[in-house]
């Protein structure tokens, strides 16, 4: 029997990790990429393509190096924990050679149409059309994983903004903006407290006469490097961690983390104090917004009320010139205009089971692949995504009924509204450790914790306490990989190397754990194993 013929859309890190998944279950991938070239969002060029994700020059990754990785691909051990966006490129590249994928994509070609055969309530077949050159070609596939991204369509709410038809200098969005240089000299406004905004805002500051950071609602500011110097999700993103997470409730969790972040700088004396609690919107990441702020680069503003021909004015009464407005306001919602519109393909709340299977398809052949908001990485959450999509194409793993999967769509859907503010960013927010574990489960890959606590304890207390990395769901079941282990114990190795680059006379380890807390923690390991398990 042939192999199942799967369309993957998007040449991106979700659409790279699906190509390798179904070629690892033995399926037949046709990735269709509308560039030239892979990488998606990651890849820098000089000018932003209409439809296209687009990266600035100098865009570094939030999430590091061991928590970003493939699972079965760890980066070089000499790459730099944070990632530029040309390091990325150049691992993606080392990815696709070393499992021969780029054979399986055709360049240059647009999905125009994706619709269900006449006979797909037996088959679950595919009728794909293809533009390449300017010429259309149909297809027939078994499956289709949709990886094409959450920022192509740039969202620009000038409505919300009187007064910005009648602007004389230049407005533009995020989206557009790739280096610094031509606003050398100028008086900038940046509108939007997200990653990106504060990243713009502190480039141009090296080259503005002024920038102003203009916030609606405040923001939480992390850091990248958290305690001893350490990777930040390193050090949070942990089995031990979450657990915790789960016993404490969460204005305990809050005070916790506006207390730890407000130690490094007060947000209120800084202006960034938001209206929300720290676990009800997404933070941003900036290691040097407080410095730049303290030496008078940046100055934050509030929301604007109105621009006139040269200023905006804010709600707050105060008035400033400007000469360059760019609004780091965010994408769209996500679309994908090649489905057919069929509420049976995709309702109009775009409900996902697990963000991955439409529910209400007759057979499961269509996965949207990295189609959410994990906080922290998205490549090995993706990859996960689709080490489950192909063995439910396969037949190897069965969905809930179909009221099963509304059920918990609906439940995940009021605890994100319970949880989270009413803003499109969180919509599709998971927990990076316990959604990983949620798609682990389903496939059989979550590590037994009790097992390797009883044979293997070394390897037991490293997933435990250690770094949620993605090797962890390579131990065991399909897909297992006979380099996990090793990538686990190995892994503050890799963290630690490219930091050493001056040689001490006296070597001392980064941060130690005292004996008598080892041991305490071991014991704790065990009860809670054994509750875990029980529970």
Request: net charge positive; with cysteine; charged share 20%.
């Amino acid at each position: 029997m042939p192999p199942k013929r799967i369309a993957v859309i998007g040449a991106g890190v979700s659409g790279l990790g699906a190509i390798k998944i179904c070629l690892e279950e033995g399926l037949a991938p046709t990735c269709f990429e509308g560039s030239h070239d892979i990488g998606g969002l990651w890849r820098y060029e000089e000018k932003a393509k209409s439809c296209r994700p687009s990266v600035y020059e100098s865009a570094t990754s939030n999430t590091s190096k061991e928590m970003t990785a493939y699972s079965d691909y760890p980066f070089p051990d000499h790459f730099p924990n944070y990632l530029h966006n040309s390091r990325i490129m150049e691992y993606l590249r080392m990815y696709v050679q070393h499992f021969h994928l780029l054979k399986h994509i055709q360049f240059l070609s647009k999905v125009c149409s994706v619709k269900k055969r006449s006979d797909f309530s037996c088959t679950g077949q595919w009728d794909v059309i293809v533009e390449t050159a300017g010429k259309q070609k149909s297809y027939v596939f078994d499956g289709i994983m949709v990886c094409s991204g959450l920022y192509s369509d740039p969202f620009l709410p000038l409505q919300n903004f009187p007064g910005i038809k009648r602007f004389k200098g230049q407005y533009i969005h995020s989206w557009e903006y790739k280096n610094p240089e031509k606003f050398r000299g100028k008086k900038i406004i940046v509108v939007g407290i997200g990653n990106s905004g504060t990243d713009l805002a502190i480039e141009l500051s090296h080259v503005a006469s002024q920038v102003f950071l203009s916030t609606r609602r405040g923001a939480w500011i992390w850091n990248r490097v958290w305690d001893n110097g350490m990777p930040a999700d390193t050090v949070l993103f942990t089995r031990f961690n979450t657990i915790l997470t789960r016993f404490y409730p969460a204005f305990l969790i809050n005070r916790w983390a506006e207390n730890k972040l407000n130690a490094r700088f007060n947000h209120a004396v800084y202006g960034l104090l938001p209206q929300h609690r720290f676990l009800s919107h997404q933070a941003t990441f900036s290691d040097d917004l407080p410095n730049h702020i303290i030496s008078g680069r940046i100055l934050i503003k509030p929301n604007v009320r109105e621009f006139t021909e040269t200023s905006a004015i804010f709600e707050d009464g105060t008035e400033e010139d400007l000469d360059v407005i760019i609004f780091a306001t965010g994408y769209a919602a996500f679309s994908f205009p090649f489905l057919e519109n069929n509420s049976t393909v995709l309702d109009s709340h775009r409900s996902m089971f697990k963000f991955v299977f439409p529910p209400q398809l007759e057979k499961p052949s269509l996965a949207f692949i990295g189609i959410l908001q994990p906080v922290g990485a998205t490549m090995p959450t993706s990859e996960l995504q689709s080490r489950w999509a192909v063995r439910v194409f396969k037949g190897l793993n069965k969905l809930p009924s179909v009221s099963g999967m509304m059920d918990d769509i609906r439940k995940k859907r009021e605890k994100i509204e319970k949880e989270f503010l009413n803003n499109p960013r969180d919509t599709r927010r998971v927990q990076y450790v316990d959604y990983m574990d949620e798609i682990a489960s389903e496939i059989g890959v979550k590590p037994n914790l009790l097992s390797l606590f009883l044979w293997d304890p070394k390897l037991a207390k490293e997933i435990f306490f250690g770094p949620c990395t993605p090797y962890q769901y390579r131990l065991q079941g399909p897909g297992k990989w006979a380099g996990a282990r090793r990538a686990i114990l190995t892994q503050k190795e890799r963290i630690i190397k490219p930091l050493r680059t001056r040689t001490l006379s006296r070597d001392q380890p980064p941060y130690s754990v005292p004996f008598w807390l080892k041991s305490i923690c071991a014991v704790l390991l065990f009860v809670l194993t054994l509750i875990i398990i029980k529970g």
